[in-house]
């Protein structure tokens, strides 16, 4: 068992004092605080020197942890002394005690509410780790050491922050006066080698049909949207979408900080930049589209389009550059549609409504809807076509929809799986002219969705 663990436990209050339950040990606790804020008050300055590569100032910091821990007369065993050391080195080197989290490949997602609760998401399920920072000024030092790594930074004027970790984990934190109860830190990990196509069907978000016709959208230059609530996956299923395109194109993405990983030769990377603390320098998203279309892009990926930058992308899809792919937050297809109405609307120009629908009508091909489901899974559960107009309302086609017949398994996981409704998209001629056959198999149901082939996809 690590210090942290231990120290967690000696400091947590028991359920049932007296009768069994953990009691405080402040010795380690009030250790483990003393010698890291002695070390942070010695070393000041160094902690941050540039000239210093990482094995020289790892050297410092344990040198100067020996120095200190020669000086308490605390009764430690070998054993933790040398753990007490890697603790406190990890403290003021790394990330603290959320290094650890950040190597454990089961973890997901990491929730620090405050210096002494930190949560954890496994397999889609939030559950509280044993991990505890010192105190708030040790916490807002983790938050300050992860911002300033990507040119961002974090204070009063400026109490939120989004930024990511080198390998792409996408961070956000809040502080003081804005977070009541110490400052806050989300943690969305990311893996260091990014999922594939055959990653999502092991895990059940999709199967190899829908698979092998995603793909076919994306080499035959379809535009697609991909949306979903928070933490559905959106941006993973964006990252594998995106692996589909052709090695020859020229790929431009844009995001808010930088989380695709694309290893196309020919992908540059664009990343939008806060204003400075005069409040000036902002480079939004919507500046690096219309920037990019001068670029001479194939394709353009928005990492998620939250705002004004909506009718850019639009106008992309709609002037040449077709088969542009991005991201939006919304429940349902049909919801997509009207979140798209009104992010093109905060573009601040006075268009008809009719005048965005025939835009989005003529732009989008391909709606693909994520759900993190009960079970904690995230799953694709409709492929839409976005097939016109009828009048003023835009028309949808279920082409697969998740079987949520199928019921559940005695662990309550969902047992169904995304399935064709048996109708051909409109757009299946056009993937035909790009040389691109997809059988009858890919659309056959096989009567898992009861029905399907009958239900239109909904109109508005």
Same mark, same amino acid.
């Given at each position: ?29 009030? #250790? ?10 010695? #070393? @000041?300055?160094? !902690? ?18 020996? %120095? ?15 753990? #007490? ?22 973890? $997901?997602?990491?929730? /620090? ?6 949560? *954890? ?8 780790? *044993? ?12 938050? +300050? ?12 004027? $400026? ?5 990511? #970790?080198?390998?792409?984990?996408? *961070? ?53 949207? /991909? ?7 959106? &941006? ?50 919507? +500046? ?11 394709? /353009? /990926? ?11 992308? !639009?106008?992309?899809?709609? $002037? ?11 429940? &349902?297809?049909?919801? &997509? !549609? ?14 008809? *409504? ?16 994520? &759900? ?32 949520? %017949?199928? @019921? ?12 064709? $409704? ?8 056009? !993937? ?10 890919v659309f056959a149901p096989d009567g898992g969705v009861k029905g399907a082939a009958q239900r239109p996809g909904g109109r508005r």
């Amino acid at each position: 068992m690590s210090l942290y663990q231990r120290i967690h436990e000696a400091q947590a209050i028991p359920d049932d004092a007296g009768q069994g339950g953990q009691q405080r040990d402040p010795i380690i606790a009030e #250790l483990r605080q003393k010698v890291h804020h002695q070390l942070i008050d010695e #070393l @000041g300055p160094v !902690l941050y020197d540039k000239r210093l590569s990482e094995e020289e100032l790892r050297r410092k910091v344990h040198d100067q942890l020996q %120095s200190a821990l020669a000086q308490e007369r605390a009764p430690l065993s070998a054993a933790d002394k040398a753990q #007490l050391i890697q603790d406190v080195a990890d403290d003021i080197l790394g990330y603290g005690p959320i290094d650890r989290l950040l190597k454990d490949e089961t973890v $997901t997602e990491i929730m /620090v509410n405050g210096p002494h609760k930190v949560f *954890v998401e496994r397999s889609g399920r939030i559950e509280l780790d *044993v991990a505890t920072f010192v105190d708030d000024t040790h916490l807002r030092r983790i938050i +300050d050491k992860i911002v300033s790594q990507v040119g961002r930074r974090i204070d009063e004027a $400026t109490p939120m922050v989004d930024a990511r #970790l080198p390998d792409g984990s996408r *961070v956000n934190a809040v502080i003081h006066p804005l977070s009541i109860g110490g400052p806050f830190l989300t943690i969305r990990k990311f893996a260091e080698d990014p999922f594939e196509v055959d990653d999502l069907i092991r895990f059940g978000t999709l199967d190899a049909r829908s698979a092998r016709f995603l793909q076919a959208c994306v080499v035959g230059r379809l535009n697609i949207v /991909v949306a979903g609530g928070t933490g559905t996956g959106k &941006t993973t299923t964006l990252n594998v979408l995106s692996s589909f395109i052709p090695e020859e194109e020229r790929i431009i993405t844009i995001e808010d900080a930088k989380e695709l990983q694309l290893h196309q030769e020919h992908a540059l990377a664009l990343e939008a930049r806060p204003p400075n603390i005069e409040g000036r320098g902002a480079v939004t998203i919507r +500046d690096l589209v219309k920037n990019a279309l001068r670029m001479r892009p194939d394709r /353009v /990926v928005v990492g998620e389009c939250r705002s004004g930058e909506a009718l850019d992308m !639009l106008q992309a899809m709609n $002037t040449g550059h077709d088969g542009s792919l991005t991201t939006l937050h919304s429940n &349902t297809p049909r919801d &997509t !549609l009207s979140r798209l109405e009104t992010l093109v609307l905060m573009a601040g120009y006075d268009l008809p *409504v009719r005048a965005i629908r025939e835009q989005m009508a003529s732009a989008l091909d391909v709606i693909v809807q994520l &759900t993190r489901l009960r079970d904690g899974t995230r799953r694709i559960t409709h492929i839409s076509e976005v097939q016109g107009m009828e009048g003023d309302v835009i028309t949808l086609q279920d082409i697969y929809l998740f079987d949520y %017949s199928a @019921g559940l398994d005695e662990n309550g996981r969902y047992l169904g799986t995304l399935q064709p $409704t048996g109708i051909r998209p409109k757009f299946a001629e056009k !993937l035909e002219h790009a040389g691109i056959r997809l059988g009858p198999e890919v659309f056959a149901p096989d009567g898992g969705v009861k029905g399907a082939a009958q239900r239109p996809g909904g109109r508005r």
